[in-house]
């Protein structure tokens, strides 16, 4: 893989904060990350941009990216634990 192809693999994940806002499943990303290559990055090859995409869904799935979207608590919500508020 080029250096160039882990460049975009990088900026990638650094933007799914925002790029993939509400995707909870790795198979949802796969379109968006798609279109956001075209956009971003038309320069690279077909066999490139299917490189990048599987990548950043296995980095982002490594980081429990999806689990996290998935209804799990966030760190920075308080957890309701069923005892009223004073």
């Not at 796969?30 to 990055?41: C, F, S």
């Not at 990548?55 to 009223?84: H, K, R």
Request: charged share 30%; hydrophobic share 40%; proline share 6%.
């Amino acid at each position: 893989m080029s250096t160039n192809v882990h460049a975009v693999i990088n900026a990638a994940a650094d933007e799914a904060d925002t790029l993939l806002d509400g995707v909870v499943k790795p198979a949802d990303a796969r379109p968006i990350l798609k279109d956001w290559l075209a956009d971003n990055h038309p320069d690279l090859s077909q066999s490139d941009r299917d490189a990048v995409i599987t990548e950043v869904i296995a980095l982002l799935d490594e980081e429990d990216f999806f689990t996290v979207g998935s209804g799990a608590i966030d760190d920075d919500e308080p957890a309701d634990t069923g005892e009223p508020d004073e």
